[in-house]
Structures are given as structure tokens and as C-alpha cells.
């Protein structure tokens, strides 16, 4: 009895010390990491916006300089507007062992037709959205950390002001004239293609014409678009669609007179 | 000598011998308060602020820390001094599971939003308690055998 009562004994000794070491190792782990001026870090991130997509691509490194191996990190990012989530992503899992660096970028992309389609006005209304941030790791497979924080940041639409004006026949030429012009608030570049569609009152298709846009961020688009329409179908009055990228950011009615 | 007599000297022979043990587990208890106290007084500034609610938790620990210590104290040489070890290491069990949230800690600071999860290490924990628990159970059963009996 005595014997199993001192085996019993000298084992919470050495869980006790187990458990009270862990922890503070663990602790002075992250410390080690943490003091180091270069341990994590993002790099330039690139943005662009081509072909209805929009791609973000952020390298980081993570330099473990700690005792234990990071893992299962996690970063998630939810935006959202007028509590709607419009967007949500999630890194893949990774892994850091100690005394390991890890290059790595968090890339994400999203089609700005499903965008669009949760709310319209981001393409052309500049607004604030709502970013929602979580990290997510363990550390020596035994301990979870997370942080998140909730931030807005202002969206630039990168078809701020889109107008179609001086919509006019030109008899000599059988064409219509119309004038579209919009400025290019957001960060990036503005690289598709453009599709202008005329419709009489009854809705039916009487001519379009398709072009090809490359607008810088902050930069003003000014362009004069001729269509050649189907003079028989032609009303006084009708309705004009633009898409960009199949999707449809605005519709207008016009007067031929 | 009567038997109102006999029923005094044992009252007396009593009191002689509880008294010192009283005493004794007092200045342990008072003891153990006064550095549980101190700790407190070190850490609880940070704490306080980042966790509101450790102290209260702190006050229930301390209490029923300095109560098992001075029952454990006072009942030596009996029974009831390993019934009372066993009952702290369950309440250490239940405090710890109770306390920590079942190992997730989540903070609030400034705009932030921290979440701490530790459950190994609480099971860890537990465990210790287990076997805390289970050495009171063995120690009670080597006393009971190794008492004289009436």
C-alpha cells in the first residue's frame, strides 16, 4: 500500500511540474517569437481586377524562433455592409515548425458577380465596408490562440458616377451616339470588357456594342460609343443596359429626340 | 471520583489537546491566506482588467484553500483529515473546469477580441486532481488498517 501510495506521490510531483512548465514555456516560446523584429511579416500585396475577378495576393513569412512548433494557422477575413457578409474567406492550415521560417501568401479571389449580386451599389457608390479579421493557431499542439477584431474600411467603386448622357441620332451617319463616362475609384485597375445594349420601349434589343476598358485607379473615363441599331424596331424612347463582365451595373432610359 | 468528575477531566484533557492543534492549524491556514493574499496583491492589477471576474474566483479560491487547509489541519491523526484532502482535490477538479471555462478563456481588449484555448492542459490538470483524490482514498484506507481498534 505504501508503495503504490508513494508511486501515486511521485507522479503528481511530475505531472504538477509538467503542468506548471508547460505553460510557462510555452509562454516564453511566443516571447522569443515575438521579440524578434522580423518574426512575422507581409510583403507588398498585389491587387487586380481583370475578367469580372478580383485577385489579392499578400506574401508574409513567419520566422518560429520559439521551442514549439506553430500550427494550424488560420486566417480569416469576412467583409460585410449594412449586415450583409458579402465576402468570407479562409487561409488554408498551415504549419511553422521551431526554428523554421515559412514563406507563404494569402491569396484570395472572388467573382464579382456574386458579389454584385449581394449588393449592386458597390460598383458604382463609394461606402464603407466592414472587415471582419480572425487569426487562429496552436502552438505545441496542446494550446489555442486566437484574435479577432472587427475594422470598416472605405471602398472605393470603381465605376464612381457611371452616366450615360448625350444620347443622340445622328442622321447622316444612321447611328446613335451615346456618351459614357465614369471615374475609377478603387485601388486597382479597371481591366474587362464593357457591353452597352439598346432597347426600345417594348424591351426589344435594337443594338449594342461592346469595349474593351483599361482604367488606372483614380482616373476618369470619358468615351464617345457609336451603335449601330435596327432602324425598324426603333422607338422615340428606350432603355439602355451596361454590363461589365455579364453583370449588369446599370439601366437608363433614354429619349431619342 | 464521581462521574461528573471523570466527564470534566476528559472535557479538559480534550481542550489540552485540541487547543494546539487549533492553534497550530490557524497560523498554517493564516499563513497560506496571507500568501495566497500576496500573490494576489501582485498579479491582480493586469488581471483584474483583462478578467474582471478573477476576482471573485480569486476570493472563492482563497477561502476554500485556507478552509481545507485548517480542517486538514486540525482533523490530523483522523479520519476525517483524508476525507477532507479527497474533498479538496475535487473541489480543485471542479474549480479549475469552472474557472477557465472549460479551458477556453476569451478577453476583450481595446478593439480585440482574444480567445485562449488550453483544454490539454486542463485535462492535465483534472487528472492531477484525479490522482490527488485517488492517494486520499489509498492514505484513508492505510490509516483505518493501521488503527488499533476500540
Same mark, same amino acid.
Request: hydrophobic share 45%; glycine share 4%.
Given at each position: 500500500?505504501?508503495?503504490?501510495?508513494?508511486?501515486?506521490?511521485?507522479?503528481?510531483?511530475?505531472?504538477?511540474?509538467?503542468?506548471?512548465?508547460?505553460?510557462?514555456?510555452?509562454?516564453?516560446?511566443?516571447?522569443?517569437?515575438?521579440?524578434?523584429?522580423?518574426?512575422?511579416?507581409?510583403?507588398?500585396?498585389?491587387?487586380?481586377?481583370?475578367?469580372?475577378?478580383?485577385?489579392?495576393?499578400?506574401?508574409?513569412?513567419?520566422?518560429?524562433?520559439?521551442?514549439?512548433?506553430?500550427?494550424?494557422?488560420?486566417?480569416?477575413?469576412?467583409?460585410?455592409?449594412?449586415?450583409?457578409?458579402?465576402?468570407?474567406? %479562409?487561409?488554408?492550415?498551415?504549419?511553422?515548425?521551431?526554428? !523554421? @521560417? =515559412? *514563406?507563404? +501568401?494569402?491569396?484570395?479571389? /472572388?467573382? $464579382?458577380?456574386?458579389?454584385? %449580386?449581394?449588393?449592386?451599389?458597390?460598383?458604382?457608390?463609394? !461606402? @464603407? =465596408? *466592414?472587415? +471582419?479579421?480572425?487569426?487562429? /493557431?496552436? $502552438?505545441?499542439?496542446?494550446? %489555442?490562440?486566437?484574435?479577432?477584431?472587427?475594422?470598416?474600411?472605405?471602398?472605393?467603386?470603381?465605376?464612381?458616377?457611371?452616366?450615360?448622357?448625350?444620347?443622340?441620332?445622328?442622321?447622316?451617319?444612321?447611328?446613335?451616339?451615346?456618351?459614357?463616362?465614369?471615374?475609377?475609384?478603387?485601388?486597382?485597375?479597371?481591366?474587362?470588357?464593357?457591353?452597352?445594349?439598346?432597347?426600345?420601349?417594348?424591351?426589344?434589343?435594337?443594338?449594342?456594342?461592346?469595349?474593351?476598358?483599361?482604367?488606372?485607379?483614380?482616373?476618369?473615363?470619358?468615351?464617345?460609343?457609336?451603335?449601330?441599331?435596327?432602324?425598324?424596331?426603333?422607338?422615340?424612347?428606350?432603355?439602355?443596359?451596361?454590363?461589365?463582365?455579364?453583370?449588369?451595373?446599370?439601366?437608363?432610359?433614354?429619349?431619342?429626340? | 471520583?464521581?462521574?461528573?468528575?471523570?466527564?470534566?477531566?476528559?472535557?479538559?484533557?480534550?481542550?489540552?489537546?485540541?487547543?494546539?492543534?487549533?492553534?497550530?492549524?490557524?497560523?498554517?491556514?493564516?499563513?497560506?491566506?496571507?500568501?495566497?493574499?500576496?500573490?494576489?496583491?501582485?498579479?491582480?492589477?493586469?488581471?483584474?482588467?483583462?478578467?474582471?471576474?478573477?476576482?471573485?474566483?480569486?476570493?472563492?479560491?482563497?477561502?476554500?484553500?485556507?478552509?481545507?487547509?485548517?480542517?486538514?489541519?486540525?482533523?490530523?491523526?483522523?479520519?476525517?483529515?483524508?476525507?477532507?484532502?479527497?474533498?479538496?482535490?475535487?473541489?480543485?477538479?471542479?474549480?479549475?473546469?469552472?474557472?477557465?471555462?472549460?479551458?477556453?478563456?476569451?478577453?476583450?481588449?481595446?478593439?480585440?477580441?482574444?480567445?485562449?484555448?488550453?483544454?490539454?492542459?486542463?485535462?492535465?490538470?483534472?487528472?492531477?486532481?484525479?490522482?490527488?483524490?485517488?492517494?486520499?482514498?489509498?492514505?484513508?484506507?492505510?490509516?483505518?488498517?493501521?488503527?488499533?481498534?476500540?
Amino acid at each position: 500500500m505504501r508503495q503504490v501510495i508513494r508511486t501515486l506521490n511521485w507522479t503528481i510531483i511530475f505531472l504538477t511540474v509538467t503542468t506548471f512548465l508547460l505553460p510557462v514555456t510555452i509562454g516564453i516560446s511566443l516571447l522569443r517569437i515575438l521579440e524578434q523584429p522580423n518574426a512575422i511579416g507581409f510583403k507588398e500585396p498585389t491587387v487586380s481586377f481583370s475578367n469580372g475577378t478580383f485577385s489579392l495576393s499578400a506574401p508574409f513569412y513567419i520566422n518560429n524562433t520559439g521551442y514549439y512548433d506553430l500550427s494550424d494557422i488560420n486566417v480569416t477575413i469576412l467583409i460585410g455592409r449594412n449586415n450583409t457578409t458579402l465576402a468570407a474567406f %479562409s487561409s488554408p492550415l498551415l504549419n511553422v515548425p521551431a526554428g !523554421t @521560417t =515559412l *514563406n507563404s +501568401s494569402y491569396d484570395l479571389s /472572388f467573382d $464579382i458577380e456574386k458579389i454584385v %449580386s449581394k449588393s449592386t451599389e458597390l460598383l458604382t457608390d463609394d !461606402t @464603407t =465596408l *466592414n472587415l +471582419s479579421i480572425s487569426t487562429f /493557431f496552436e $502552438i505545441a499542439y496542446v494550446m %489555442s490562440l486566437g484574435v479577432s477584431t472587427n475594422m470598416t474600411t472605405s471602398w472605393g467603386a470603381p465605376f464612381y458616377n457611371l452616366t450615360v448622357s448625350e444620347v443622340s441620332w445622328n442622321f447622316s451617319t444612321q447611328e446613335f451616339t451615346v456618351v459614357l463616362s465614369f471615374e475609377n475609384h478603387a485601388c486597382f485597375t479597371v481591366n474587362g470588357t464593357i457591353l452597352l445594349e439598346m432597347c426600345n420601349s417594348r424591351s426589344e434589343l435594337i443594338g449594342l456594342i461592346e469595349t474593351c476598358l483599361d482604367v488606372p485607379s483614380d482616373s476618369l473615363f470619358h468615351d464617345v460609343l457609336k451603335l449601330t441599331v435596327d432602324r425598324s424596331k426603333m422607338t422615340d424612347n428606350g432603355i439602355i443596359h451596361i454590363y461589365f463582365e455579364n453583370v449588369q451595373i446599370l439601366e437608363e432610359w433614354f429619349s431619342s429626340e | 471520583m464521581s462521574e461528573a468528575e471523570v466527564e470534566d477531566m476528559s472535557v479538559k484533557e480534550l481542550l489540552r489537546k485540541s487547543i494546539p492543534r487549533i492553534f497550530r492549524a490557524t497560523v498554517v491556514a493564516a499563513i497560506v491566506g496571507a500568501c495566497l493574499l500576496f500573490s494576489w496583491l501582485l498579479f491582480s492589477a493586469p488581471l483584474v482588467r483583462l478578467y474582471p471576474e478573477s476576482q471573485l474566483l480569486f476570493t472563492i479560491f482563497t477561502w476554500a484553500i485556507v478552509f481545507f487547509t485548517f480542517s486538514i489541519r486540525v482533523t490530523d491523526g483522523t479520519i476525517l483529515k483524508y476525507c477532507f484532502i479527497i474533498g479538496r482535490a475535487f473541489f480543485l477538479a471542479m474549480y479549475i473546469i469552472y474557472a477557465t471555462n472549460g479551458g477556453i478563456l476569451e478577453i476583450d481588449f481595446m478593439n480585440f477580441h482574444f480567445s485562449i484555448g488550453f483544454i490539454p492542459i486542463l485535462s492535465l490538470m483534472v487528472l492531477l486532481s484525479l490522482l490527488a483524490m485517488a492517494k486520499g482514498v489509498l492514505q484513508a484506507i492505510e490509516f483505518t488498517s493501521e488503527s488499533p481498534k476500540d
